[in-house]
């Protein structure tokens, strides 16, 4: 499954949860990760 298909299957519009994560990964804590994908994810 793709990333833009998850996020659509989870209600979210594509563009702003890769926008999103793109922009939280370089300062996201390894052990935090799981945060960015689009069944936990929460904008901001």
Same mark, same amino acid.
């Given at each position: 499954?793709?990333? $833009?298909?998850?996020?659509?299957?989870?209600?979210?519009?594509?563009?702003?949860?890769?926008?999103?994560?793109? @922009?939280?990964?370089?300062?996201?804590?390894?052990?935090? $990760?799981?945060?960015?994908?689009?069944?936990?994810? @929460?904008?901001?």
């Amino acid at each position: 499954m793709s990333l $833009i298909q998850s996020a659509r299957m989870n209600g979210y519009d594509p563009y702003a949860y890769l926008k999103d994560v793109l @922009m939280r990964l370089p300062t996201q804590r390894a052990s935090e $990760i799981e945060q960015l994908l689009a069944h936990q994810w @929460m904008s901001v």
